[in-house]
């Protein structure tokens, strides 16, 4: 039985390949998130989408308090087993009248996995509505598996190495509109995209990107965060708890781990064409 889904719930993922929206914090508490990301940049002069890589989740306090809060990873739980690692993070933000996108794209394309099995939360810092540009997604479409991507470079495209799908209906799209401090989960075979943001206000997302304990790095030995159950397998490193927030020795192992991640000699889990 489900400890904080309810089997409807869980249904619903599997055949949707998305489950939201789902309660993570109030509100307010999700403002008070949002303020300290916007502390940092204002104080560094340098935007999070741009300075923070793949292990924000270890950077800062509050950020470390939200990977591992309950109801987010007991949600994740529930679809995926109790042994789980989060692989990666990343904030996803947008300007007012940004002209920023993501296109049409498998989570799984990116990171290397076998099996390729990663959930993806994602926890709304503001209010996520169409115009913002929230992330919309094809339901259903996990069940075809992977697809092909190709790699283009494109200056206002969001996706470091710019993988996508083609051919993809639109019409048939969900837009993924949550409140602040609701979450999302999605299946890593799901295609999704996100639209440029057309409003006067900010849209932020944190990312979280989960794995259980049995699936192995497929582009050779890295390290992950256990945040629930055991690591039976020891197919990972572990990344070292945070001690203090915004510690150098973080940032030190989130550059070295983008510079990885970023790679192109990795192979993917797609075949990827190059244009």
Known sequence: MPNVLTDEQVRAFHETGVLTPLR???EEDAGNCRSKLEAYETETGKPAVDTIHIKGHLYFDWAWQLARHPRIVGAIADLAGPDLFI???RFWVKNPH???YVNWHQDHAYFGLKPPTVLTAWIALTEMTRDVGC????PGSHKDGAREHFEMEDGNNMLSRGQGVQDVDASTAIYCTRKPGEFSISHGHVVHSSEP???DKRCIVFALMYMPAYVESAIGRRAATLVNGEDRYGYWDHDPAPTRDRDPVIM??????NRHYRDRSHKQDT???HR
Do not use: G, H, P
């Open 135 to 138: 992330m919309r997604y094809i």
């Open 271 to 273: 075949k990827t064409v």
């Open 98 to 100: 940004d002209q920023k």
């Open 197 to 199: 943001n057309l409003s």
């Open 24 to 26: 993570a914090i109030s």
């Open 252 to 257: 030190d192992l989130m550059n070295r781990a």
């Open 87 to 89: 692989l990666a993070s």
